[in-house]
């Protein structure tokens, strides 16, 4: 059965560029889609989140190219997972989809079963998905998705799984896909790539722009937030927005991939270097040199239970800022986003007296082509925006950015 150790956090569903450059506001159709928070735990394989997390970056590292990566690797082997209700077909049937960036194929039937409808039609084409420790199998229907205020996608391709492993049991239906379309090269038969649901909303007119807003807020502060179809949602960043344009470095480039560098009390631990962007991957992932010197830096001490590295009170009052350099810009992380929240430390096995770091061991050293993954608890600290039409990634600080809640 496919891995699938932790259901902590499961959230529903609410570019060449110049590099940092502000952004530019246009009129534009928007759709949006609510978040919500469901906390749990449900351990059967992977024995930690650090774990978990490696064991995704390597299969998208490895897999790279045109070989799928689904959402469900990381969905399932993540603490934290995104959920979004989802509506097929006409009448629509609603299922609860994972939602992830790092992967752009959209199915269901993991649990409830497809309703074809009016609007259901059968290619006659099969899907088939490996996702390293798992995989789906099924057929490819075109069908109408409805995701929430009135936003509908029209033809849309949809797998429907006959076979799938890892979703049963977690009440969660299926994947929802938001990463770039050339992932889905070679999963569906007599097909090279098939549209987003992100591309078809602008193809069909629906979006201004081929654009997804992603609005975390921290766990310990809400149980809400939101993905914005279209555009970026102003009303939840407290800055101007900044874009930096997508890696020219494989296989980071093949998903949300960026350049960035990262210091910590001003001093440099991973000099520029490629990596992703992904709302699949809970915590920050940084190559093994970088961590070395992290570690080294912050006397933390491994946690066998977690894999998380674990500090005393004294040694969280002495953190210093971890900063992000992302196209002439920073991102910083004060010591309070540096480590996981508190209140959840058992649901990640770990005892509610100590104290975690959210940054771990990505498992090789840079110059791997995905040096880093900037996960959700980076995500949680700034709005990001994932821009197909322009292929670049932006960020935004949000009243979250220097929240103390954990």
Do not use: C
């Amino acid at each position: 059965m496919f891995p699938y150790w932790a259901l902590l956090s499961l959230l529903t569903l609410y570019l060449p560029a110049v590099a940092a450059s502000p952004v530019h506001r246009m009129p534009s159709v928007v759709g949006k889609l609510a978040l919500t928070l469901v906390t749990g735990l449900n351990a059967t394989g992977i024995s930690n989140i650090a774990d978990a997390d490696r064991a995704r970056i390597k299969f998208m590292r490895e897999k790279g190219g045109f070989r799928k990566r689904d959402a469900s690797v990381s969905v399932t082997n993540s603490i934290v997972l995104y959920l979004a209700q989802v509506g097929v077909g006409s009448p629509s049937t609603e299922y609860t989809l994972l939602v992830d960036t790092g992967s752009s194929n959209t199915w269901v039937g993991a649990n409830k079963a497809y309703t074809p409808t009016s609007t259901s039609h059968y290619t006659g084409d099969t899907v088939y998905v490996s996702y390293g420790s798992g995989n789906f199998s099924g057929r490819e229907y075109i069908d109408m998705v409805s995701l929430g205020n009135g936003l509908t996608v029209n033809q849309q391709s949809i797998g429907v799984a006959t076979q799938s492993q890892g979703l049963s049991g977690a009440g969660i239906d299926g994947i929802i896909g938001l990463g770039p379309a050339d992932l889905t090269r070679g999963t569906v038969s007599n097909t090279n790539t098939v549209p987003t649901v992100v591309d078809n909303l602008y193809s069909q007119g629906t979006i201004s722009s081929a654009v997804l807003g992603v609005y975390f807020i921290p766990a310990s502060d809400s149980n809400s937030g939101e993905l914005t179809f279209g555009d970026y949602d102003a009303s939840a960043i407290s800055g101007t927005v900044n874009y930096a344009p997508i890696t020219s470095t494989y296989p980071s480039n093949l998903y949300w991939g960026i350049d960035q560098s990262i210091t910590y009390g001003g001093n440099t631990i991973l000099s520029s270097t490629a990596g992703i962007v992904d709302t699949g991957t809970t915590l920050i992932l940084i190559a093994t040199n970088a961590f070395q010197t992290y570690q080294s830096a912050t006397g933390g001490v491994m946690d066998t239970t977690t894999g998380l590295l674990r500090i005393t009170q004294s040694q969280y009052n002495n953190l210093q800022t971890l900063s992000f350099h992302v196209s002439a810009q920073n991102y910083d992380l004060i010591p309070n986003a540096q480590i996981w929240p508190r209140s959840l430390n058992t649901a990640i096995g770990g005892s509610s007296s100590y104290i975690y770091l959210v940054v771990a061991d990505i498992g090789t050293p840079s110059g791997s082509g995905m040096d880093f993954a900037n996960g959700y608890t980076f995500l949680e600290r700034y709005y990001s925006i994932y821009d197909t039409t322009n292929a670049r990634v932006g960020f935004a600080a949000t009243k979250y950015t220097d929240s103390t809640s954990n």
